[in-house]
């Protein structure tokens, strides 16, 4: 709940500097942030579950307040499929890093392959 409302938060301050910036142009469409806890995206998209939330109302409330404005969407995610998560979280198998990165930035797996080098040390400490 707290990244969500963050974001929205952000949001909010760029959508701002886009829509100055281009002369009112731009930064008039709904963005939609893609969350992958489901309590916050059920809470930001329904009224009658701030009940149980009484501890974050003021957050649940302002992304509610987001939603109704049309200025944002919030879209449940697999935890699994969140591109977010490569850069967030321990990913062991490099083919997995690889299929996130591809996701973000809407590449195919194979742009991103990694040497594997031998030293981690400066080539002008080797020579002798």
Request: proline share 2%; net charge positive.
């Amino acid at each position: 709940m707290f990244a969500a409302s963050v974001a929205g938060a952000v949001l909010v301050s760029v959508t701002s500097v886009l829509t100055f910036v281009s002369f009112g142009v731009l930064g008039h469409q709904t963005v939609r942030i893609w969350c992958d806890n489901e309590a916050a995206v059920m809470a930001a998209n329904d009224a009658s579950s701030i009940k149980r939330l009484a501890y974050i109302a003021r957050r649940v409330r302002f992304l509610q307040e987001l939603v109704t404005r049309k200025i944002v969407v919030l879209l449940n995610i697999d935890g699994k499929q969140n591109p977010a998560d490569a850069l967030t979280k321990h990913i062991e198998p490099k083919a997995t890093f690889r299929d996130y990165m591809a996701r973000l930035y809407n590449a195919t797996a194979s742009l991103f392959r990694f040497s594997h080098t031998t030293s981690m040390a400066h080539p002008a400490e080797n020579s002798d």
